[in-house]
Nanobody, 115 residues
Framework: QVQLVESGGGLVQAGGSLRLSCAVS????????MGWYRQAPGKQRELVAN???????MYADSVKGRFTISRDNPKNTVYLQMNSLKPEDTAVYYC?????????WGQGTQVTVSS
């Protein structure tokens, strides 16, 4: 079993920044992929960004140029740097990791952007 714990969410004004962290209970260097998703009230969970084992990244169009996903292998932590936040970024943000073809999820962290 793999545990993921997100942190760093909170309340921020539009235009501000937050950095989310996802601490993983095993070595992320062996992960096939890691990603950040979000779910706003009444909406489906959507992919925000992911990073695969080779280091390639992918972003949702809505966050390109504003969000950056990165990882620190020695710390077994994945980050999501979020800049120029907008009210529509308000959601619960979830971290996930894929090991051996199995996807594990964290419990989520709330991000609220006020206008």
């Amino acid at each position: 079993q793999v545990q993921l714990v997100e942190s760093g969410g909170g309340l921020v004004q539009a235009g501000g920044s937050l950095r989310l962290s996802c601490a993983v209970s095993r070595s992320i260097s062996s992960a096939n992929a890691m990603g950040w998703y979000r779910q706003a009230p009444g909406k489906q969970r959507e992919l925000v960004a992911n990073i695969i084992s080779g280091g390639s990244t992918m972003y949702a169009d809505s966050v390109k140029g504003r969000f950056t996903i990165s990882r620190d292998n020695p710390k077994n932590t994945v980050y999501l740097q979020m800049n120029s936040l907008k009210p529509e970024d308000t959601a619960v943000y979830y971290c996930n990791a894929k090991f051996w073809g199995v996807v594990f999820w964290g419990q989520g962290t709330q991000v609220t952007v006020s206008s």
